[in-house]
């Protein structure tokens, strides 16, 4: 198994520009999510699905969009990139439907610049 | 609203000598608890955590926590830190209820010196 990926590793981006972060896992994991990791403030939530066809918002959704079109794969969009949005970005995904007992599994994370 | 602390935002200890890293959280009703570890430049990985079994949870690596109902606590202990213990924690909150919902503290760097 290679567990969750993300691609690319490292991004960097001009004010305005979009693009679109990787993400996908093996393991026919039901929950995946979107976490932003800043300095000093822990990992935050930005979407997250609970299966194909499913997704929702979680604390700091402004700027991102997400889809989940297959189990598998659950890529992030930036739509207008901005300075704000420097930041690493970790996937993760774990077995059921809800992460409540659950251990989450970690992609190895996107940096990405903004300038 | 459910909120974890994670009280220091960075411990040193020397080779050899215990770890005690300490989250504290709201106690709205009974969560479940983890804590993750971050490498450098790393994903986060597991460590151990608390569902509701027994209290005094042991992890990898030789690390373990103990869950304090009345002190709303979950530290993380070690009792010999080894150089490859320099990393990132976070203690990590789950409510239950709706889907995600998992509350992450601020994280706290531990330095291990020689």
């Known amino acids: 198994n290679a567990g969750v990926t993300q691609t690319p590793k490292f991004q960097v981006l001009k004010t305005g520009q979009s693009m679109t972060l990787q993400c996908a896992q093996d393991?026919?994991?039901?929950?995946m999510s979107w976490y932003r990791q800043d300095p000093g403030m822990g990992l935050r939530l930005i979407h997250y699905?609970?299966?194909?066809?499913?997704?929702d918002q979680g604390e700091v959704p402004n700027g991102y969009n997400v889809s989940r079109s297959t189990t598998e794969d659950f890529p992030l969009r930036l739509l207008s990139a901005a300075p704000s949005q420097t930041s690493v970005y970790f996937c993760?995904?774990?077995?059921?439907?809800?992460?409540?007992?659950?251990?989450?599994?970690f992609g190895p994370g996107t940096r990405l610049t903004v300038l | 609203a459910q909120s974890v602390t994670q009280l220091d935002s960075h411990v040193s200890v020397s080779e050899g000598t215990p770890v005690l890293l300490r989250c504290n959280y709201s106690?709205?009703?009974?969560?479940?608890l983890f804590w993750y570890v971050q490498h450098p430049n790393k994903g986060l990985q597991l460590l151990l955590k608390?569902?509701?079994?027994?209290?005094l949870v042991k992890g990898i690596n030789g690390f373990e926590a103990e869950f304090k109902k009345s002190e709303t606590s979950f530290h993380l202990t070690k009792p010999s830190a080894h150089m490859s213990d320099a990393a990132e924690y976070f203690c990590?909150?789950?409510?239950?209820?709706?889907?995600?919902?998992?509350?992450f503290g601020k994280g706290t760097k531990l330095s291990v010196k020689p």
């Open positions: 993760a995904s774990s077995p059921r439907s809800s992460p409540s007992t659950d251990t989450q599994y």
């Open positions: 393991m026919n994991h039901e929950y």
């Open positions: 699905s609970v299966g194909a066809g499913i997704t």
């Open positions: 106690s709205s009703y009974s969560p479940s």
């Open positions: 608390y569902t509701s079994a027994a209290t």
């Open positions: 990590v909150v789950s409510y239950g209820g709706s889907q995600g919902n998992l509350i």
